[in-house]
């Protein structure tokens, strides 16, 4: 059995009397794409960080591709590709100059390089564009380009903060895209933070909830919703009485409810058979016109586990 | 040395790029050009003979170092790319001295423009008939100092652009630095007025000479030590 991509012990940063990481413990299997969300300020870019040996840890450990960060650091950035909360592009020197400097950071040799950087400028769709300073680009051209340096050197697992942030929908897709195609046929591994709920549900094989330092939750999208949100019925029609609502609410599963615009929302605190709730509406003299049971979303489970810590 | 070679080839095609920075690379070039013309035309053939131009060329080297060093760490705190380069392969030591040799080389291209129009100006305005070279302890006296001053401050503005947010911060301060050694020194020939001549006198003495070089030459060390021993990429990060 392969070792994981990433693991991480009881991790611990305090920044002064602020824990900024506590107690974070989380494995990634290679090959995989696991998403980190979690409010700002949460502890997600400490996280990288320190995956990073950028930062020492105040106790526990990380492995990062088997290597411990606190003894193997320049093993680990040499095999890592990252692309941090900022593009760390140099405004004054052109893309292929930016890319040149990261080949040879990376030790490319000439021809493998020079051949590498019109690979990766070809396929972001910038190539044409190789000769201008990325300081006069749009913030999604740097940041597709700040990618492609994350790539140069065929690393084994990708640590991205944001990788989205800032670019427009069809320039988001393409790297969602290409991210998906990394995983899926080249076996890379990658770790990204995001507040972006859609692109979390549908990029990552597993997703890992952080506040405050601490993982509230990691499972894979589908079952987080399962397992960590309120599903709800909404129920459009007429006479909601003030009898009807107290009928409702007498049932333990039912969490809250709401009415407003003819429709009448029910919260639960587990999963639900809708008819007898309809049968208990009707004999309540309720008129029901259309009942939708909704799937609580991603966002639901974040804001239910992050409003639970408060 | 490869990395080293690395950084310092970044460093200089960054050098003088962004808007205005040709008019300000000639305006850098200005100064130690006048200095030299006007020293070498004004010392004739002492110029290349005696050495002359050590004090002209060794201001070059520290001017050419204030004016790059503030950029290294602070320049890349500023502009959000300090955080990418540590999550590189380079070693610390690469960074830093990649950082380090490009200042302390461009004030040393500079050492040798100074002398290099001094000589062609001293040739021009005081021809002897024959083609006058400079001594090879002249140029070696003074490329040495030159060195050593270079690497001296250098370091210390190294250091000082560490821990500066902005290179606006390290520049004040590495310019407010610099100044200290020079104006005590003033206030000190001023008050001793006799014994500093007296102490000029047994400099110009061949050991004295040697007793500074090396003594300048220990400070360097010591503070390139301290240097490396101060460069860490997590507190560079908490700054």
Redesign the interface.
């Known amino acids: 059995m392969r070792p994981p991509a990433l693991r991480t012990e009881a991790l611990t940063r305090d920044f002064g009397a602020i824990r900024a990481i506590d107690s974070l413990s989380l494995d990634v299997p290679q090959g995989t794409l696991f998403g980190l969300l979690g409010p700002n300020g949460a502890g997600k870019t400490t996280t990288i960080r320190l995956l990073l040996a950028l930062l020492q840890p105040t106790s526990g450990r990380a492995e990062v591709l088997g290597l411990d960060t606190q003894k193997e650091g320049q093993q680990i950035r040499t095999r890592v590709g990252a692309l941090l909360e900022h593009t760390g592009l140099y405004e004054q020197l052109t893309a292929e100059e930016n890319l040149d400097f990261f080949g040879r950071v990376w030790k490319l040799p000439h021809a493998a390089r020079r051949a590498r950087i019109e690979e990766l400028l070809r396929e972001i769709g910038l190539w044409d564009r190789r000769a201008e300073p990325v300081g006069k680009w749009s913030k999604g051209m740097r940041q597709r380009l700040a990618l492609a340096r994350a790539l140069l050197h065929h690393p084994t697992l990708l640590l991205l903060d944001e990788p989205t942030a800032g670019l427009d929908v069809v320039a988001a897709s393409q790297v969602r895209e290409a991210l998906t195609r990394m995983v899926r046929h080249d076996g890379l591994t990658v770790v990204l933070t995001t507040h972006n709920m859609l692109e979390a549900e549908r990029l990552c094989d597993t997703l890992g909830v952080i506040r405050r330092g601490r993982l509230v939750a990691v499972d894979q999208p589908d079952r987080l919703r399962a397992n960590h949100a309120a599903p709800c019925l909404e129920i459009r029609g007429g006479n909601f009485s003030t009898s009807v609502q107290e009928a409702i609410r007498l049932r333990e599963e039912v969490t809250s409810i709401d009415v407003s615009n003819g429709t009448l929302t029910i919260e639960f605190d587990r999963p639900i058979d809708s008819s007898p709730i309809v049968r208990l509406l009707i004999e309540h003299g309720a008129s029901v016109q259309e009942v939708l049971k909704r799937t609580p979303s991603l966002e639901d489970v974040f804001l239910a586990l992050t409003e639970d810590e408060e | 040395m490869?990395?080293i070679m690395?950084v310092m080839?970044?460093e200089r095609?960054?050098l003088f790029?962004?808007r205005g920075g040709r008019m300000r690379f000639v305006l850098t070039l200005l100064s130690p050009l006048l200095l030299a013309f006007y020293v070498s035309w004004s010392s004739g053939v002492r110029w290349v003979e005696q050495p002359v131009p050590v004090f002209p060329c060794a201001l070059v080297a520290v001017l050419a170092v204030i004016i790059v060093v503030p950029e290294t760490f602070a320049g890349e705190r500023e502009?959000?790319?300090l955080?990418?380069?540590?999550?590189?392969?380079?070693?610390d030591a690469s960074i830093l001295f990649g950082k380090l040799g490009l200042a302390v080389a461009f004030s040393m291209i500079l050492v040798g423009v100074v002398l290099t129009l001094g000589l062609i100006t001293a040739n021009i305005f005081h021809w002897q008939g024959e083609l006058l070279l400079y001594t090879a302890q002249n140029l070696t006296v003074t490329f040495t100092v030159s060195l050593l001053m270079s690497v001296l401050v250098a370091a210390v503005g190294v250091i000082i652009s560490l821990g500066s947010e902005t290179v606006q911060e390290a520049t004040q301060t590495l310019a407010g630095v610099v100044l200290v050694p020079p104006i005590i020194l003033g206030m000190l020939v001023l008050i001793f007025r006799r014994k500093f001549v007296y102490m000029l006198m047994l400099a110009g003495r061949p050991i004295s000479g040697l007793v500074v070089l090396l003594t300048f030459t220990l400070i360097d060390v010591l503070l390139l030590a301290e240097l490396r021993r101060r460069f860490h990429?997590?507190r560079l990060?908490?700054d």
């Open positions: 490869s990395d690395t080839r970044k095609q960054m790029r962004y502009r959000h790319t955080e990418t380069l540590l999550a590189t392969r380079l070693g990429r997590s990060l908490l």
